[in-house]
């Protein structure tokens, strides 16, 4: 899997100023870009001042935050999220971008900003779908992730099914 990655250190221009550092996978026709994990390292200039990191990822006009870090040390502490990952739009560019903020008192800092991705081929999301006219239209499908706890996955379910009986449910202990 490719990564890029931005060895240049940072600094916010003052003790409540913020930096944005951007990135751009370039879009291929037919491929989808899945950017699989983001990371970067992060300090402040004095002990015990809140140093904040947030990346987030823009594509087809869409601008959403993907990941977030604090540090509150002097020396630069790496830190990634692999958590989930993010495929965008056939065809389309992936801008990430990683803000930079710190608390009034110290400078904050960063170095190491990288992201690892993939292009996979794109996916067939299309159905052709009969309406009660007899008409037939096209219709992409989502797909969404829902977080909870386990007592209430069954109430979810339900919830879901009465909305879309088609609704493909599938249930799991972790996303990776």
């Not at 499908?141 to 909305?163: F, H, L």
Request: aromatic share 8%; net charge negative.
């Amino acid at each position: 899997m490719p990564t890029i990655t931005d060895s240049e250190k940072y600094q916010t221009a003052s003790t409540t100023g913020k930096v944005v550092k951007t990135m751009t996978i370039t879009g291929v026709a037919g491929k989808q870009i899945k950017v699989e994990s983001e990371s970067v390292s992060l300090a402040n200039e004095k002990s015990g001042i809140q140093t904040t990191a947030t990346v987030y990822m823009k594509y087809a006009d869409k601008k959403f935050a993907v990941a977030g870090w604090g540090v509150t040390d002097t020396e630069y502490t790496p830190r990634d999220y692999k958590k989930y990952s993010y495929t965008a739009t056939t065809g389309k560019d992936v801008i990430l971008q990683w803000e930079l903020k710190t608390g009034v008192g110290g400078y904050a800092k960063m170095k190491d900003a990288s992201c690892v991705y993939s292009l996979i081929d794109a996916e067939d999301t299309t159905e052709e779908t009969t309406t009660e006219n007899g008409t037939t239209t096209d219709e992409t499908k989502q797909y969404i992730v829902v977080e909870c706890k386990a007592s209430e996955v069954e109430d979810i379910t339900a919830a879901v099914k009465k909305i879309s009986s088609s609704a493909g449910i599938h249930k799991c202990d972790k996303v990776e």
